[in-house]
């Protein structure tokens, strides 16, 4: 079978899965789990030997005419480099994991077979997006991959939050999206083709007509779908979806294909000296902000959340160095130590019974009760710390060693100012990425105070999930000289400077957010005062639940343990002794949603009720005024039908004597005359 023939099986496969899933998934639940697992799984398998036969040398093209369009065409067609053969292996095996760690998460959910055919055709469309050479065809799996995000993150629609999630997550996502085709139009205009080869050429010929307008506008629906500022509030709310949605949101679909759209189309970012400042900036932004919102959180998933922002902002980095191979490299190992910390956050959160870290503080015991998840979250977080020689440190440093070489000027493509703001932000994101990672660890494995609730074993597939991604997540970084060709033969080693920079940085975050945690653990011992008590009623009440109904019951019970579904009032968190005042800032994302409401929601509804009250109050009186007249006339003439025959023809008699006498009136006055 041909390389090409494999590469249309890939998404074709879960796509199939999908519509089985969803034709058969109710009548005949048993089918529902292999038709779930067996297309991804098989996927996967494609996937790895397209990628073992690209082997980094010269991209895959194949195309055929989808429809004469009398203007730019649009092809069906293939454009399979090396990024894309990696990035689509990822795609898939974490796909894989998600699905067969959902038939244990989710056993007992009545809504399990639809669950699982949306994410097959999410996995499709993230499939597609990948492999995709026609700008056209690769919007058809972008916007699949929306309105799948919205049914996924609302699974647990009874709950209030989760349906604002989904609505929030598909409003804010399509706010992008409308700016992105716009400039996919103008760009097809421009290149004459949608094909990205095309396209590229036409870039490199320097026939592209104009460049920033382009870029910028491709920009806006990269921010909505990547959740890059200021576009970047959907994801956190989208933690009210089950906990592997999120793990295939934040890993290897969605987020991912903002970024990959960028290093796809590189040169034609590059070709703006503009873009690549607004993408730096919006990357440097993006990075410190959510790494300070990170260290605030409460809910250990909203903690991840605002940890993807910010890791996806190093991507953007990366790409505003001009540096695509880094942001790939990082994009591919962030995947899989960020798939294990959403997967091993639903172990926690099932075996705590909350969500919420401040009520994890006060357990017990609790890392005895999860081993697996205890360990194989301690190697994601130092990985998502950068700590050597997890995979996060090697390709972190890649960023950070291609916004040096650009700082110093060694870069044709990107300016040294985008450089050095990609450089300094990313070190500063680097301390704080470890302080909110160590918080993290701290007050969920080393809690004090009464023992952990029984809440049942977890299922074995949930636990063998987790060992699976963190082999990727040990071993991925030691591949660097191995994956070269697949990179366009870039070098990732990382550099001596930044890599001490780096590493330095996050061993100080990690120490001051552990010095503060111990200074609070020292102050009871010496005073004898134990933590206040805080967070009871945020523990589910259902301990021998599934952990997908544990999850639900912890996401709505969480505000109103608290009053906030972000926060908690813990005065022993290091994360509120280490913001200090501004903590109250950082929890509720610097009120970036209070601002979008003041100045776009609430002139938009009170817009709405202007036009129906002028609907109702104005039209309507027109309309109604036009009608009754006729319905007056028509009173009228009711009244005069009484069923009554002698008076119908007095009526007719009289009515007769008078036409009579108007005859003859008429006929005298014109004999008259």
Same mark, same amino acid.
């Given at each position: 079978? &041909?390389?090409?023939?494999? *590469?249309?099986?890939?998404?074709?496969? $879960?796509?199939?899965?999908?519509?089985?899933?969803?034709?058969?998934?109710?009548?005949?639940?048993?089918?529902?789990?292999?038709?779930?697992?067996?297309?991804?799984?098989?996927?996967?398998?494609? *996937?790895? =030997?397209?990628?073992?036969?690209?082997?980094?040398?010269?991209?895959?093209?194949?195309?055929?005419?989808?429809? $004469?369009?009398?203007?730019?065409?649009?092809?069906?067609?293939?454009?399979?480099?090396?990024?894309?053969?990696?990035?689509?292996?990822?795609?898939?095996?974490?796909?894989?994991?998600?699905?067969?760690?959902?038939?244990?998460?989710?056993?007992?959910?009545?809504?399990?077979?639809?669950?699982?055919?949306?994410?097959?055709?999410?996995?499709?469309?993230?499939?597609?997006?990948?492999?995709?050479?026609?700008?056209?065809?690769?919007?058809?799996?972008?916007?699949?991959?929306?309105?799948?995000?919205?049914?996924?993150?609302?699974?647990?629609?009874?709950?209030?939050?989760?349906?604002?999630?989904?609505?929030?997550?598909?409003?804010?996502?399509?706010?992008?999206?409308?700016?992105?085709?716009?400039?996919?139009?103008?760009?097809?205009?421009?290149?004459?083709?949608?094909?990205?080869?095309?396209?590229?050429?036409?870039?490199?010929?320097?026939?592209?007509?104009?460049?920033?307008?382009?870029?910028?506008?491709?920009?806006?629906?990269?921010?909505?779908?990547?959740?890059?500022?200021?576009?970047?509030?959907?994801?956190?709310?989208?933690?009210?979806?089950?906990?592997?949605?999120?793990?295939?949101?934040?890993?290897?679909?969605?987020?991912?294909?903002?970024?990959?759209?960028?290093?796809?189309?590189? $040169?034609?970012?590059?070709?703006?000296?503009?873009?690549?400042?607004?993408?730096?900036?919006?990357?440097?932004?993006?990075?410190?902000?959510? *790494?300070?919102?990170?260290?605030?959180?409460?809910?250990?998933?909203?903690?991840?959340?605002?940890?993807?922002?910010?890791?996806?902002?190093?991507?953007?980095?990366?790409?505003?160095?001009?540096?695509?191979?880094?942001?790939?490299?990082?994009?591919?190992?962030?995947?899989?130590?960020?798939?294990?910390?959403?997967?091993?956050?639903?172990?926690?959160?099932?075996?705590?019974?909350?969500?919420?870290?401040? /009520?994890?503080?006060?357990?017990?015991?609790?890392?005895?009760?999860?081993?697996?998840?205890?360990?194989?979250?301690?190697?994601?977080?130092? @990985?998502?710390?950068?700590?050597? $020689?997890?995979?996060?440190?090697?390709?972190?440093?890649?960023?950070?060693?291609?916004?040096?070489?650009?700082?110093?000027?060694?870069?044709?493509?990107?300016?040294?100012?985008?450089?050095?703001?990609?450089?300094?932000?990313?070190?500063?994101?680097?301390?704080?990425?470890?302080?909110?990672?160590?918080?993290?660890?701290?007050?969920?494995?080393?809690?004090?105070?009464?023992?952990?609730?029984?809440?049942?074993?977890?299922?074995?597939?949930?636990?063998?999930?987790?060992?699976?991604?963190?082999?990727?997540?040990?071993?991925?970084?030691?591949?660097?000289?191995?994956?070269?060709?697949?990179?366009?033969?870039?070098?990732?080693?990382?550099?001596?400077?930044?890599?001490?920079?780096?590493?330095?940085?996050?061993?100080?975050?990690?120490?001051?957010?552990?010095?503060?945690?111990?200074?609070?653990?020292?102050?009871?011992?010496?005073?004898?005062?134990?933590?206040?008590?805080?967070?009871?009623?945020?523990? =589910?009440?259902?301990?021998?639940?599934?952990?997908?109904?544990?999850?639900?019951?912890?996401?709505?019970?969480?505000?109103?343990?608290?009053?906030?579904?972000?926060?908690?009032?813990?005065?022993?968190?290091?994360?509120?002794?280490?913001?200090?005042?501004?903590?109250?800032? /950082?929890?509720?994302?610097?009120?970036?949603?209070?601002?979008?409401?003041?100045?776009?929601?609430?002139?938009?509804? @009170?817009?709405?009720?202007?036009?129906?009250?002028?609907?109702?109050?104005?039209?309507? &009186?027109?309309?109604?005024?036009?009608?009754?007249?006729?319905?007056?006339?028509?009173?009228?003439?009711?009244?005069?039908?009484?069923?009554?025959?002698?008076?119908?023809?007095?009526?007719?008699?009289?009515?007769?004597?008078?036409?009579?006498?108007?005859?003859?009136?008429?006929?005298?006055?014109?004999?008259?005359?």
């Amino acid at each position: 079978m &041909t390389t090409t023939t494999l *590469a249309v099986l890939v998404p074709l496969l $879960p796509f199939l899965g999908a519509a089985a899933g969803l034709l058969l998934g109710r009548t005949t639940p048993g089918l529902a789990r292999p038709l779930a697992i067996l297309p991804t799984l098989g996927s996967a398998a494609l *996937a790895i =030997t397209v990628a073992v036969r690209q082997g980094g040398g010269h991209a895959i093209d194949a195309a055929t005419r989808l429809t $004469p369009t009398g203007s730019v065409p649009i092809d069906l067609s293939l454009h399979i480099d090396g990024f894309a053969a990696l990035v689509a292996v990822l795609v898939v095996i974490v796909a894989g994991c998600v699905q067969i760690y959902s038939t244990g998460y989710l056993r007992d959910d009545p809504r399990y077979p639809s669950y699982a055919a949306i994410v097959s055709l999410f996995t499709a469309a993230m499939l597609l997006v990948v492999y995709s050479g026609d700008l056209m065809v690769l919007l058809v799996g972008w916007e699949v991959m929306g309105i799948c995000s919205y049914f996924l993150v609302g699974h647990y629609w009874e709950t209030p939050e989760a349906r604002a999630a989904s609505l929030k997550a598909f409003l804010v996502t399509k706010l992008g999206d409308v700016p992105f085709l716009i400039g996919l139009f103008a760009l097809a205009t421009d290149a004459g083709t949608f094909r990205i080869t095309g396209i590229l050429q036409t870039v490199n010929d320097g026939a592209l007509h104009h460049p920033t307008l382009v870029a910028l506008l491709l920009l806006a629906g990269v921010a909505g779908k990547s959740a890059q500022f200021p576009l970047h509030t959907w994801l956190p709310d989208a933690m009210a979806g089950p906990t592997p949605v999120s793990a295939l949101i934040h890993a290897a679909t969605m987020v991912a294909a903002g970024i990959y759209f960028v290093a796809r189309l590189l $040169p034609v970012f590059a070709a703006s000296t503009a873009a690549m400042i607004v993408l730096a900036v919006m990357a440097a932004v993006t990075m410190i902000g959510s *790494a300070l919102a990170a260290l605030a959180q409460d809910d250990i998933k909203r903690v991840l959340a605002y940890s993807t922002i910010g890791q996806l902002g190093y991507m953007s980095g990366a790409l505003a160095v001009g540096d695509r191979g880094a942001a790939v490299f990082h994009l591919l190992s962030h995947g899989a130590f960020k798939a294990l910390l959403f997967l091993g956050a639903g172990v926690i959160i099932h075996a705590a019974g909350t969500n919420s870290l401040a /009520a994890m503080s006060r357990m017990d015991q609790l890392a005895k009760r999860v081993p697996d998840a205890f360990w194989t979250m301690t190697i994601a977080l130092l @990985a998502l710390a950068a700590i050597p $020689p997890f995979a996060g440190f090697f390709s972190k440093e890649s960023v950070l060693g291609a916004a040096e070489h650009t700082a110093l000027g060694d870069s044709a493509i990107a300016p040294a100012g985008a450089g050095w703001t990609v450089l300094v932000s990313g070190l500063v994101t680097a301390l704080l990425t470890a302080a909110y990672a160590t918080r993290l660890w701290l007050l969920a494995f080393r809690g004090k105070g009464a023992e952990a609730p029984a809440h049942g074993k977890q299922p074995l597939v949930m636990n063998a999930v987790l060992w699976v991604l963190a082999i990727p997540t040990i071993g991925f970084g030691l591949t660097t000289g191995v994956i070269t060709d697949w990179f366009d033969g870039n070098d990732l080693t990382p550099a001596l400077t930044t890599s001490v920079l780096g590493t330095g940085v996050a061993v100080v975050g990690g120490l001051m957010t552990y010095g503060t945690w111990r200074a609070v653990q020292y102050r009871e011992a010496v005073t004898g005062a134990a933590l206040p008590p805080l967070g009871t009623a945020a523990v =589910t009440a259902h301990p021998d639940a599934d952990p997908a109904t544990v999850e639900a019951e912890a996401i709505a019970t969480h505000t109103a343990a608290y009053g906030n579904i972000a926060s908690a009032p813990d005065p022993a968190d290091p994360g509120r002794l280490l913001l200090g005042p501004l903590h109250r800032h /950082a929890a509720s994302g610097f009120h970036l949603d209070a601002l979008y409401s003041a100045l776009f929601v609430r002139p938009v509804v @009170a817009a709405a009720e202007l036009v129906r009250f002028l609907d109702r109050e104005v039209i309507d &009186t027109y309309v109604r005024g036009a009608s009754a007249g006729p319905r007056w006339l028509g009173a009228a003439v009711r009244r005069a039908q009484t069923g009554n025959l002698q008076t119908y023809l007095s009526a007719l008699l009289a009515g007769s004597v008078v036409l009579a006498i108007a005859a003859v009136a008429l006929a005298n006055a014109y004999a008259g005359s």
